[in-house]
């Protein structure tokens, strides 16, 4: 693209909606025109984006009538199954934050430090994976490429903030002492909730096999075994995750770190002696993936323990979401 993009945000009055106008400001992403769009209930307000204001329009089928280049959608699945096809129809490039497109055969899921290449083959559509996922395989990437992952196994730690302003309604009422259970079936407040999204016939959560799907899809690679189980935790910012990782190849732990020190999008934080390791309140507000307590796992031949934390607002949905806009304008 030799000009500056027209950019649209759809769903911007939502908490990602927001994290994405801060994302663009701070990475100075470069734009002719910006529209702002939202449901019919958030039109006519109006939002401030590098000192300017906008007025939030309603999204309708005629939205994407104007010069759009590129539309960045957090405003569900059901609204996104609409509307995206209607923008991509009209020459759009959508780069969609809903688990609507993410299993599509047709719709490449990207993570820009993992696969980058995959935005090639896009006919308009681009997804951003589950939160969850895109801070676990940033952290896999270079180590699927260097021993070869036979098996994983996700058990997350996530935060109210990936439920949006409900669940962290529920967390700042329950730490009151009064439990809305708004946005979840129990008090979040004192509890780990292992129940994210809901529960599927074989047993697993909807979160769970998204973990799973994502994780193959995004790695091209249906031959990972990979099982997960995620849990809602009282914690406003950012997932945590425990990965445990077999290899097909032996390693060195010395290796690992080095290869994690020079992967794009990592920091590393693994210092057990001094209490070192990652911590969600210090990765909330920032766009890296904070990987530590690095060590083998001896139950297994050639077997990983991992400790995997990022803001799932910003890398786990907004960041990314920038991100990809900004490899389409390369």
């Given at each position: ?190 509890n780990c909730l292992p129940h994210i999204d ?65 992967a794009p999008g990592i920091m590393v934080q ?52 920038v991100q990809i806009a900004e490899l389409l304008?390369?």
């Amino acid at each position: 693209m030799n000009r500056k993009p027209n950019l649209a945000i759809v769903g911007a009055t939502g908490v990602v909606g927001r994290t994405f106008l801060k994302v663009l400001e701070e990475r100075n992403f470069p734009f002719e025109n910006l529209y702002i769009m939202a449901s019919a209930k958030s039109a006519g307000t109006t939002v401030t984006f590098k000192g300017k204001d906008y007025v939030v329009e309603e999204l309708t089928e005629n939205s994407f009538d104007k010069p759009i280049d590129i539309a960045l959608f957090s405003a569900g699945g059901t609204i996104s199954e609409k509307f995206a096809p209607i923008a991509a129809s009209k020459g759009v490039i959508v780069v969609d934050n809903s688990s609507a497109w993410r299993m599509n055969k047709d719709v490449p899921l990207v993570v820009p430090e993992v696969n980058p290449e995959h935005i090639k083959w896009s006919k308009g559509i681009i997804a951003n994976p589950n939160c969850s996922t895109i801070q676990a395989v940033v952290a896999l990437k270079p180590l699927h490429d260097k021993y070869g992952i036979k098996r994983v196994v996700y058990s997350t730690y996530q935060a109210v903030s990936g439920t949006g302003v409900k669940g962290i309604k529920d967390l700042e009422e329950g730490l009151k002492g009064n439990d809305i259970n708004q946005a979840y079936p129990h008090a979040i407040a004192g509890n780990c909730l292992p129940h994210i999204d809901v529960f599927l016939e074989n047993g697993y959560t909807k979160e769970e096999m998204k973990m799973i799907n994502e994780t193959k899809k995004i790695f091209g690679d249906d031959n990972i075994k990979i099982t997960a189980t995620t849990v809602r935790v009282p914690v406003f910012d950012s997932h945590s995750e425990s990965i445990n990782i077999e290899f097909e190849k032996p390693f060195e732990i010395e290796d690992i770190k080095k290869l994690f020190a020079e992967a794009p999008g990592i920091m590393v934080q693994d210092d057990p002696e001094n209490n070192i390791y990652p911590l969600a309140r210090e990765a909330a507000g920032k766009d890296e993936v904070f990987v530590g307590r690095i060590r083998r796992d001896f139950s297994v031949e050639n077997g990983l323990n991992l400790w995997v934390v990022a803001d799932n607002i910003r890398k786990g949905a907004a960041t990314n979401t920038v991100q990809i806009a900004e490899l389409l304008i390369k």
